[in-house]
């Protein structure tokens, strides 16, 4: 159980696109889901965490119109890279959560999608 | 800041060795702590979930302890298997919005 599919795995695409990666619970409610960044041999990096139906909450450093989240329904959430640069290609990973604020339930993880942008 | 860290980066021991993963913490103020595994371009799995009342947590081969006073975590694995080559994951969730900070992790290799 839990389980956590992120699509796509992998995009490659030009620069100035703009690139969505879905994020969806499959057997449990996401009351809570976030979005990680990470780079080579690094730490994932919380970007922002978002509740269903409310805005997300983004982490410092992290532009909110370069990276558009919408978190619909209690199973979906999608992170939109707008107008990608070189410098946005990584390692995206959201995870989700079936409680909120203080939680006892552990996250789970999706696959992650290697986002290259040329 | 909560700052964790993972030592050894990297790790290689033999089939069948058991071995000692560490995890430290600054802030002792945590929910819980969790260690995952990450296989190469993956994404997380979950292996173990302290919560900050206990003090170990076990499932299979895998025995993880807290300390949290000390802001010390152990992952002890038994009897390793090259199926168990990946990079160990530790993070504590804490602060005031409760998040997830991770290390930076281990990388172990199991040889046959």
């Known amino acids: 159980g839990a389980v956590v599919s992120q699509h796509p795995s992998w995009v490659i695409c030009k620069s100035g696109t703009s690139v969505k990666i879905e994020c969806r619970s499959l057997?449990?409610?996401?009351?809570?889901m976030f979005w990680y960044r990470q780079f080579p041999k690094q730490s994932l990096m919380l970007m922002a965490t978002?509740?269903?139906?409310?805005?997300?909450?983004?982490e410092q450093g992290v532009e909110k119109d370069k990276f558009l989240i919408n978190h619909a329904s209690l199973t979906l959430s999608t992170l939109t890279v707008t107008s990608a640069h070189p410098e946005d290609s990584s390692f995206y990973i959201c995870?989700?959560?079936?409680?909120?604020?203080?939680?006892?339930?552990?996250?789970?993880f999706g696959d992650g999608t290697r986002l290259s942008i040329l | 800041k909560q700052e964790v860290t993972q030592i050894p980066a990297a790790l290689s021991v033999p089939e069948g060795e058991n071995l000692v993963l560490n995890c430290s913490f600054t802030?002792?103020?945590?929910?819980?702590l969790q260690w995952f595994r990450q296989d190469p371009g993956k994404g997380l799995t979950s292996l173990l979930l302290?919560?900050?009342?206990?003090r170990e947590q076990t499932s299979g081969r895998l025995n993880a302890s807290l300390d949290k006073s000390s802001g010390r975590s152990t992952l002890y694995i038994a009897a390793s298997q090259p199926g168990d080559s990946a990079t160990y994951l530790c993070?504590?969730?804490?602060?005031?919005?409760?998040?997830?900070?991770f290390g930076k992790g281990t990388l172990l290799t199991v040889n046959p």
């Open positions: 995870s989700a959560s079936q409680g909120t604020g203080v939680s006892n339930q552990p996250q789970h």
């Open positions: 057997d449990f409610q996401a009351t809570t």
């Open positions: 978002s509740n269903e139906g409310s805005k997300a909450t983004y």
């Open positions: 802030d002792s103020a945590i929910y819980n």
């Open positions: 302290i919560q900050s009342s206990q």
């Open positions: 993070a504590v969730r804490g602060g005031s919005n409760y998040k997830l900070t």
